[in-house]
């Protein structure tokens, strides 16, 4: 018969057989890696082309795509005394597009409700009275609880840097350079076609990513 210390000594044998396989089949089935969260761009954006919206068409857009051009962000409104902004904003499109430039718009409502239309009335306006051919996204909230993502990546001060402070009005512009962060921000009283927004945006792709 086996003596009480006899069967202490066989459990504490049989429990080291079973951590010896335990640590070697962890061994031979390798380690679990997972990416850490913060190398996530859909958990910790770097930068405001690490989101995805949905275009005016209702179609989902990765704005990693526009990453390595110079893109320009602006709040648009179909009702506003900035309205004929679009102007500018095809031009500056126009010209530089095939060197690496976008303007991307997002139609909001915030200020003064000057958007109140439908993502299609926005669309059918701002193509035939303006003419645009730049990407169009869909409606967005530009401030507020409701605040679009990326928007609230725009603003914050812990995110946007130099550059942060709530929109103020339509047409505020934000210049994102080949590297993907933001270079530059004009408010709405400032045109497309001003000196200082043709400045940046220049400045912006003579950069290397």
Known sequence: MFTRSGLLRA???LVAILCVWWLAAGAQAGPSIQPAADSDPRIHPAG?????????DGREVNLADYKGKVVLIVNVASGCRYTSQYTGLQSLYVK???KGFVVLAFPANNFGTQEPGT???IKAFATSRYHV???????????GDDQNPLYRFLTAKATGGEFAGEIEWNFTKFIVGRGGKVVARFPSKVKPEDPPVVEAIEKAMADKP
Do not use: R
Not at 48 to 56: A, Q, R
Not at 133 to 143: G, H, L, R, V, Y
């Open 119 to 121: 993502n299609q009335a």
């Open 96 to 98: 530089y597009g095939e």
């Open 133 to 143: 051919t730049f990407p169009m996204m869909a409606k967005i909230s530009a401030k």
């Open 48 to 56: 405001p082309l690490d989101f995805k919206v949905n275009n005016i």
């Open 11 to 13: 459990g504490l044998t």
